[in-house]
């Protein structure tokens, strides 16, 4: 029997209220990136500049490996790009939702949107085959505005901490991500359950062979393009 859902407002109180379960996530990760920026030698006000714009963990967290490293600004920016070029295949999937709105009020829905935000968004979709603007703005500023602050006070906290490696707070990240995984597979249909643990075996299979010929950064990028376009059109 399949489960009956009851249709939510699409209001912004609401999408603060569906954004709520996400916080935990948002604040564990903000405060380990915020540790691991200062023992990487920025400073408070750069962390809070760096969540304010570039507003993606695992881009900040690959930007303090390379600013240690010593990269050129070039090589951040590049590797920053394609890092986040998933956050274009994000806003396509639910773009179609929000061609009533303007052209600036869709950058914004695409701007804010992360991981955890389109995961929510993709549910009430699910559930709903619907998204309202204003329940989209609530969801991107609620998760947003915490991000930034769990990234200042985990810098600010971090001056206390100066060995982040040895507490796992570099592993937060990944740790995140499986764990949202895990939820997302428990929450769906025995037959979609299939279907996805089959599209993460040929993730697995196309990024392993994809690292013989290219960077892992470059590898990651192409087989999320590849599996995507499998898993869309086996939809």
Known sequence: METQYIATPNTFRQGIKDCLPTLLGYVSIGLAFGVVATTSNLSILEIFLLSLLVYAGSAQFIFCGLY??????????????????????????????FTKYSSLRNIGFGTLLTDETFGVAVTKIAQENRLGGNW????????????????????????????????????????????????????????????????????????????????????????TLIVATIGVMTE
């Not at 986040?84 to 179609?96: D, E, F, G, K, Q």
Request: net charge neutral.
């Open 136 to 223: 989209m703005d609530g969801l991107n500023i609620t998760a947003y505005s915490t991000w930034v602050i769990a990234c200042t006070v985990g810098g600010l906290i971090g001056k206390w901490m100066p060995d982040a490696e040895s507490w796992g707070l570099d592993y937060a990240l990944a740790a995140m991500f499986i764990a949202l995984l895990i939820l997302s597979l428990a929450s769906s249909p025995r037959h979609q359950i299939m279907r996805y643990l089959k599209l993460i075996g040929i993730m697995g299979l196309t990024l392993y062979c994809l690292l013989y010929f290219m960077p892992g950064h470059l590898a990651v990028l192409i087989a």
């Open 68 to 97: 240690m490293a010593g990269a050129p600004v070039t090589v951040i920016i590049l590797t920053t790009f394609i890092v986040n070029l998933r956050h274009l295949l994000m806003a396509l999937t639910v773009a179609p939702y």
